[in-house]
């Protein structure tokens, strides 16, 4: 191994540390409570690291965001185009969704990496500091073309303004049950019953599933 190459490589392995080191504080403090110190003391970097591999904090702080919505992003469009891609039968309108579904929720409440990204939109939503666009851009366009796509093929009779809607529903109600689920478990309820992935899931597609066909069958009533 050259040394331009130990050296990119030196240089990745500190981006990254800065990048987890970040996503941590940035989730427990937010933005402001932050320190351009503290984030370099918990990377075991030196302090002129941040403006050398993002040009300073605010550039950090949309990376952070940046890397895990590439990820849920991927994660989304791989579960999309899973289901799409069987060759022993037509894919279901049920196994679309409790595919999808699967798939945007499960990483979000059963990972340590999807509570710290619920820490980071709370603070980013009482301090905004991303660029206006970025969630767009960056998750739901992409996402509801290949699931807009997806669900014209497995119910054709969905017009397309329907097609769209039936996604916003079904996002909402992903979002909504994560935020629930968290609320109860903080809160530890009496007398709520525990909430799981699989009956969380099992729910959504029984409910948008419904919605879908009887949206079609009153159209074509």
Do not use: W
């Amino acid at each position: 191994m050259d040394i331009s190459t130990k050296n990119n490589d030196s240089n990745r392995k500190v981006r990254d540390r800065l990048l987890d080191a970040a996503e941590q504080s940035f989730a427990e403090k937010g933005f402001d409570r932050t320190s351009v110190r503290d984030l370099t003391a918990n990377a075991n970097c030196n302090l002129a690291a941040v403006n050398y591999h993002f040009g300073g904090k605010e550039n950090l702080y949309t990376e952070v965001f940046r890397r895990q919505l590439v990820t849920m992003r991927e994660a989304r469009l791989k579960s999309i185009e899973k289901v799409m891609s069987q060759t022993d039968h037509e894919p279901t309108l049920e196994e679309l969704i409790r595919t999808f579904a699967t798939a945007f929720i499960e990483p979000l409440i059963d990972q340590s990496s999807g509570r710290r990204f619920m820490k980071l939109m709370v603070h980013e939503m009482s301090d905004p500091r991303l660029p206006k666009n970025m969630f767009v851009e960056e998750v739901a366009a992409p996402t509801i073309t290949a699931l807009g796509k997806s669900l014209a093929r497995v119910y054709p009779g969905l017009s397309q303004q329907k097609t769209v809607l039936s996604i916003l529903s079904i996002i909402g109600q992903l979002v909504h049950i994560i935020h629930i689920k968290e609320m109860f478990e903080l809160g530890n309820l009496v007398g709520t019953p525990p909430l799981n992935l699989a009956e969380m899931v099992n729910h959504i597609v029984e409910f948008s599933t419904a919605g879908i066909r009887a949206s079609v069958q009153e159209k074509n009533d």
